[in-house]
């Protein structure tokens, strides 16, 4: 069974210097899972709304509990759950991992950074022999080089929890069939990067879903130490496109026959199924939005 202590001193506030924010600490141990340690915390220490212990009167308000793996084994396996207070209650009553009602669902949106990688070719000088005659003739030949640059992006996160009926393996093959895949909603095309799951309760589990938004970006422009006339450069990209090169042995894509010179264009790589989201375990576009 889980015992849960407090591992922070009390504070001692007057009524004139009552904080608007502050949080308390518990360590829980014998606990194997996170929602098994906020439960515990919830039922035998603070629940949501309770007032902040040290504090005179109801100023300060239980409104978010938070919860991060203490590394042990055996009876030592534990968490650590931090009680978020604010004045009055104000806050968002939110959880980590979600709470354990069958019907629970919530969206998440946060930026997300990746890196472009943008190939480009340069003229390079070379020297060699005329075969009219022994001078040397100074042509040039082309190489490679590659921008680097980073976009921000959109990451979208879906929890829904679901019970028996919806979490068996017909389903998690529709989402595994479906990963990498692109979906339409909210106006944007986003990639579907999987789904997670974890047992929250005897017979809830909950479903995390996750994509993101790839915004595209303009033309790179040309690198700094390159004269601009001796380049050729890769063009704008539009959202969830790869810049792909070619040499002049080889065919663009898509195209035929051979080319006598280094070429740069973009292919879309991904299967678009713009409603391929509706049949993912626990429905979470439609539960969410």
């Known amino acids: 069974m889980p015992t849960a202590r407090r591992i922070e001193p009390s504070e001692s506030y007057g009524e004139g210097a009552i904080p608007s924010n502050a949080t308390i600490r518990y360590e829980v141990l014998n606990a194997y899972k996170a929602s098994e340690a906020i439960l515990y915390v919830k039922e035998n220490e603070i ?15 239980a409104t978010r509990f938070r919860a991060a793996e203490r590394i042990g084994s055996g009876n030592d396996r534990g968490w650590f759950v931090d009680v978020e207070f604010g004045v009055d209650g104000t806050g968002a009553n939110f959880e980590e991992p979600p709470v354990t009602e069958p019907d629970y669902s919530t969206a998440e949106y946060s930026t997300l950074e990746r890196v472009i ?19 040397v003739v100074t042509g040039f030949d082309w190489e490679k080089g590659v921008q680097e640059f980073t976009i921000t992006g959109l990451s979208f996160r879906a929890v ?28 944007l095309q986003w ?44 063009g704008p990209r539009a959202t969830f496109e790869d ?14 026959g051979a080319i006598y010179e280094p ?27």
């Open 47 to 61: 629940d949501v709304g309770d007032i902040h212990p040290d504090v005179p009167g109801s100023r300060l308000q």
């Open 117 to 135: 990688k943008a190939p480009y070719f340069f003229k390079t000088p070379v020297q060699f022999p005329d075969p009219a005659g022994g001078t």
């Open 263 to 289: 070429g740069i264009s973009v292919y879309k790589p991904f299967i678009e199924d713009a409603n391929g989201f509706a049949n993912l375990p626990g429905d979470p576009i439609g539960r969410v939005s």
């Open 160 to 187: 829904v929890n679901v019970g028996p009926s919806d979490y068996n393996l017909g389903q998690f093959r529709v989402a595994a069939e479906q990963a990498n895949k692109l979906h339409t909603f909210g106006q």
């Open 191 to 234: 990639q579907y990067l999987g789904a997670d799951s974890a047992q929250v309760s005897a017979d809830v589990w909950s479903i995390t879903h996750e994509w993101w938004h790839d915004p595209g970006n303009p033309e790179p422009g040309p690198p700094t130490v390159v004269n601009i006339a001796d380049l050729i450069l890769a």
């Open 243 to 256: 810049y792909v090169s070619w040499v002049s042995d080889a065919t663009p894509p898509g195209g035929t």
